[in-house]
């Protein structure tokens, strides 16, 4: 049975992008990167709202031959897995293995939690946020940056109550902590 992972970098303040959209300040550096990478590895699909997506497409067509190797392995990673794309006003999508759906059905992601043998992860706060309220996601990884923003779009979804258990924490010299929790059932 595969789990539903949301992976996200937040700022302080709990928000993934500051008020003009910009997330500009949340760039991991390659010890992170690296280690984004390992947790992104064994993801075989990937769920994401279109604005999400429209920032992720770009790993497609990215030449990554002059970017440091940390670059380079995630796009790998990125271009093999499969992606589903949640969008009402896109009509395709640019990238493969990937398909286009107009609503998030949250049976059919309890179908493919059951049946696939690889973790699916969430990404983007709005369409993570129906998951959540759906009681779909299993385990919740943050990467904290030490900035505060001030405001903007929030990481976490309101009006939701969940207890999570720490499972594991890391501090790295860019001064980022991660933490992954599981959902308390």
Known sequence: MAKLVYATISSLDGYVADGSGSFDWAAPDEEVHAFINELVRPVGTHLYGRRTYDVMVAWET?????EPAVIGDFAAIWRAANKVVYSKTRDSVASARTTLAREFAPDAVRRAKASESRDLSIG????????????????????????????GTRALPDGVRQRLELEAERQFASGIIYLRYRIAR
Do not use: R, S
Request: aromatic share 6%; charged share 15%; hydrophobic share 50%.
């Open 62 to 66: 990215m030449d990554v031959g002059p």
């Open 124 to 151: 983007g706060p709005t369409l993570a946020a129906e998951a959540f309220k759906a009681g779909l996601v299993d385990e919740c990884h943050l990467f904290v940056v030490p900035m505060i923003v001030g405001g």
